[in-house]
């Protein structure tokens, strides 16, 4: 069996061979699962619908772009890599160029007025709020420390020596940055509605009993990164849908 010649995946008249899965499953495992294999041969196909291609300045900066990311600095380095998984510099191109397309199609097809009408329409979840935690496993050692906190305790030196939180514990209860969808609906309305420093809790979920310490709130607004995460959901919805209008064959 010659892993050139034998089809894994095809849609519509483009397909994918046993040899460029294993050389996708070389490079990176999430390169070679189904689903980014039939996305990167979708997206192959639209691209030639609407008559757009990857130009060889773009590839040649993709292809740069992932020899930096790889450590893959010099002639010789990218070469040796590129031996080890079987692969010729034709086929590294070939791979990062659905990524290429994918770019040029977003900028295509999601139009900025497209974008502000989602974010008015689900402002709210790009709210983020800036909190830290204490978790403890009984309702009465949560309660004590809040009343500890009130007294004048330091939060975060507690969290450090009480919390069972190991994730966050050392760095005395932060959590960081999150939205509403990262809290449960409860626990995010106090949050989302309270004040900076407000102290909120104890709340009950599966793992015992949580103080939450609002450090700051930051209310939604369209900059660039807002932007940027609204113009690939309207993609990835769009590229579904023409997705399911494509004939599928696959032996993965």
Known sequence: ???????????DHKSMTLKQLLQRLRVGA???????????????????????????AELQAAVTAFRRANGLYTTVQASEWLEQRGMTLDDLV????????????????????EIVRHYHEWARDYDRAEISMIVTEEYGAAQELRFRVEDGSDFHMLARRYSSDDATAKAGGYVGFIGREALEHEIAAAVFNAARGALLGPFEHKNGYSL?????????????????????????????????????????
Request: glycine fraction near 2%; charged fraction near 35%.
């Open 94 to 113: 070939d791979l990062l160029k659905p990524q290429v397309l994918r770019e040029r199609i977003t900028r295509h097809i999601v139009s900025d007025d």
């Open 212 to 252: 939450i310490l609002v450090e700051a709130l930051y209310p939604a607004e369209l900059d660039e990164a807002v932007e940027a995460s609204i113009r690939e959901l309207l993609f990835a919805q769009k590229l579904e849908a023409y997705r399911r209008t494509l004939e599928i064959h696959e032996d993965l």
């Open 1 to 11: 069996m010659n892993p050139a010649t034998v089809i894994v995946l095809r849609i």
């Open 30 to 56: 999430s390169l070679a699962e189904p689903e980014r294999c039939k996305d990167d041969l979708a997206i192959e196909c639209w691209a030639e619908t609407l008559g757009i291609d990857a130009d060889t």
